[in-house]
């Protein structure tokens, strides 16, 4: 794990982070255990882009990145038949497969309640909305380019590495996964550094803001949006100044519209 690697002057990258490691108590415990306002105000972003998508209209849908955050796989839920949530870390895939195996912790039901009430075509049930969810133990570098209608990332391109340059690498393969003319939508942290989880555990971080995120995903897609959000003090303070949200398409085949 980072805390217990030293790289000199050397940005941490990806391959440098023992991501089997990430601690998903402490992470659940210092996000997602009660809903804040900041996940209101994703979810309600997000959600603008899934009211416009028909139930079941899209074959397949990745979350890049999921970790144990269920809210952005709910909302996939809505349009795409299954989603696949890639991770690459052990402990988060073993919290993914038995919250589908045994039933969601009763902590995600006011984030399922929140999301329904934004997007109304949503199973009337979680376990039925994650009933469409594989989880996959993998690298998202090594996803095929084309496959998903839908790409969605939560907090990963920016908080993989303190590079640059590998930041705006998994941007460029999250795009890359969706078909052309496919939805993209995320959320990055804005401006954080690397930081801690729990008391001990030091993550990286590479600083982005609005405009990062527009130069990177510009070339990448149409009909780019790109917002921001304020940090919420409700959560703990990693160094962040609150939350960039976007949503894009990927190019459209020449001749194709809409
Ligand atoms: C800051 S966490 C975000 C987790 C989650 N998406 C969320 O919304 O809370 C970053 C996640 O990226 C995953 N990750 C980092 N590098 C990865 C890679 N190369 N392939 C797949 N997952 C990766 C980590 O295991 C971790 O779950």
């Given amino acids: ?7 000199g002057a050397l940005p941490i990258r990806n391959d440098d982070v023992d991501w089997d490691t990430w601690p998903v108590q402490d992470y659940l415990a210092e996000n997602y255990r009660e809903l804040h306002p900041a996940d209101a105000e994703v979810i309600a972003h997000h959600a603008e882009l ?8 899209i074959a397949q849908s990745v979350e890049f990145g999921a970790g144990p955050n269920l809210y952005p796989l709910m909302l996939a839920a809505s349009a795409c038949r299954r989603v696949d949530a890639v991770d690459a870390g052990a402990a988060n895939v073993a919290y993914l497969t038995g919250q589908l195996r045994h039933g969601p912790d009763a902590s995600w039901q006011p984030f399922y309640a929140l999301c329904r009430r934004h997007v109304p075509n949503l199973p009337a049930t979680l376990p039925e909305a994650l009933s469409r969810v594989r989880v ?3 690298d998202v570098r090594g996803l095929p380019s084309g496959r998903y209608g839908l790409a969605s990332m939560h907090f990963v391109a920016e908080g993989a590495t303190e590079d640059f ?3 705006t ?10 078909v052309p003319g496919g939805h993209l939508v995320a959320a990055f942290m804005e401006n954080m550094p690397t930081y801690r989880i729990g008391r001990a555990s030091r993550w990286p ?5 609005p405009d990062a995120v527009r130069e990177v ?3 990448l897609t149409e009909w ?7 940090a919420d003090p409700t959560l703990p303070d990693y160094g962040d100044s609150g939350m960039v949200l976007m949503t894009g398409r990927t190019p459209s085949p020449p001749g194709r519209y809409g």
């Fill in 169 to 178: 690498e998994f941007c460029r393969l999250f795009a890359r996964c969706a």
């Fill in 50 to 57: 899934y009211r416009k998508l028909a139930p079941g209209s």
């Fill in 224 to 230: 780019l949006s790109v917002t921001r959000i304020n």
């Fill in 1 to 7: 794990m980072l805390a217990s690697q030293t790289f």
């Fill in 136 to 138: 996959i133990h993998g």
């Fill in 205 to 209: 971080g590479c600083p982005v803001d």
């Fill in 165 to 167: 340059t590998e930041f």
């Fill in 217 to 219: 995903f510009a070339p």
